[in-house]
């Protein structure tokens, strides 16, 4: 194992950050890249990469592992510093009002007048004069504030990966996944591992968050070059919603750090003898038919359902209470699907969107991600 600490740009005289990697497993080799806690006050992630680090550590002590396996446990030091009044600021920094996991750069382009000249009809080979070619835009992105540093540093780490694990969580909800359409059939083992209860699909989520500026190019490079000079999906980027923000807990960190390392088994990352994949518990269904609930007015929110239903259109979900009024506004699932995610306060204002269903047509266009 080798740490590395990348510093970020100082922000203000006299305060000092860096974002630390841990490399394990042979350099040169196939890539791996895992980071947790984008969103800083996401914190399953953390405890999870806390438990595969030690397992990982094991593994490379007894020879097995076979890819470069990259872990960013604190992939967001800005955001963690960022408290006010006793709460956690983990989603945006303060300074911009950016979203961290939004506006990753597209390397698509710097990427193509690199590649374009060289590709043949090897796609192996194509793969690995994108991942150059990878390496060499993302070191000349500049990066003039701390925000745009760190996403550098992050993009760097993970650009030339082909498996890439973006560690979150929602407010309330069960494990799901985010991933796009082309990927699905690599990410399906991750899914039935780490027992997703929904996978949300989609070629462009809007606003390119960090899993898509890993994976996004690959499709999109293949299109542009044709099938003589074929470029296979060579990044599997998937963002990983480990449940809620209140589901940290030794038990649950270490059987979700062992569902990852059983996915790396089955690709040939690490050399152990693969197991069975367990069941799929429900099919992948595109993100633009994942349909949120507004609630239109302020108030309490009392739940009728929890995540993990299965719900009908029109089926009540919660109640918003107006205690002064009196006044009680039930809000019910616009489609038929599975109940995946909840907000986790239980009083809202008015315009808040207090749940997600994930049905399987697509019915909304345009940016597909909350903010
Ligand atoms: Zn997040």
Request: hydrophobic share 45%; with cysteine.
């Amino acid at each position: 194992m080798e740490r590395r600490d990348h510093p970020l740009p100082t922000r203000t005289p006299g305060t000092v950050r860096h974002l630390s990697s841990y490399h394990y497993g042979p350099a040169g080799s196939a890539k791996v890249y895992v980071q947790a806690s984008l969103h800083a006050d996401e914190l399953p992630g953390m405890l999870v990469a806390h438990h595969l680090r030690e397992r990982l550590a094991a593994l490379e002590a007894a020879g097995l592992l076979r890819a470069e396996i990259v872990v960013v446990p604190v992939a967001n030091p800005i955001g963690l510093a960022q408290w006010l009044l006793r709460s956690p600021i983990g989603r945006f920094e303060l300074e911009s009002g950016e979203n961290f996991n939004r506006h990753y750069p597209a390397l698509r382009d710097a990427v193509w007048q690199r590649v374009e000249p060289a590709l043949g009809a090897d796609a192996a080979a194509n793969a690995a004069l994108l991942r150059a070619a990878l390496r060499d835009a993302a070191a000349a992105l500049p990066a003039e504030t701390e925000l745009a540093a760190l996403r550098r540093t992050l993009l760097q780490l993970a650009c030339d990966a082909e498996v890439v694990l973006d560690l979150h969580c929602d407010a309330e909800a069960v494990l799901h996944l985010y991933t796009g359409t082309a990927l699905w059939p690599q990410c399906e083992p991750l899914a039935r591992l780490l027992g997703a209860q929904a996978t949300l699909l989609a070629d462009e989520s809007g606003d390119q968050p960090f899993d898509e500026a890993c994976s996004q190019l690959w499709w999109e490079l293949a299109a542009r070059a044709g099938p003589a000079r074929p470029i296979p999906p060579g990044c599997l980027s998937v963002t990983v919603e480990l449940r809620g923000m209140a589901d940290v807990d030794h038990a649950t960190a270490a059987q979700d750090a062992e569902a990852l390392l059983d996915f790396l088994v089955h690709r040939g990352h690490i050399d152990e003898p693969p197991q069975a994949l367990p069941a799929l518990l429900h099919e992948a269904t595109p993100l633009a038919g994942s349909m949120p609930v507004t609630a239109p007015v302020g108030g309490l929110l009392a739940w009728h359902r929890a995540p993990g239903a299965w719900v009908q259109a029109g089926e009540p979900l919660v109640d918003v209470v107006d205690a002064l009024d009196g006044r009680v506004t039930t809000l019910a699932s616009p489609v038929e699907g599975l109940f995946y995610a909840r907000e986790n306060l239980r009083f809202v204002t008015a315009g808040t969107r207090v749940a997600k269903i994930a049905g399987r047509e697509a019915r909304r266009s345009g940016k597909l991600l909350s903010a």
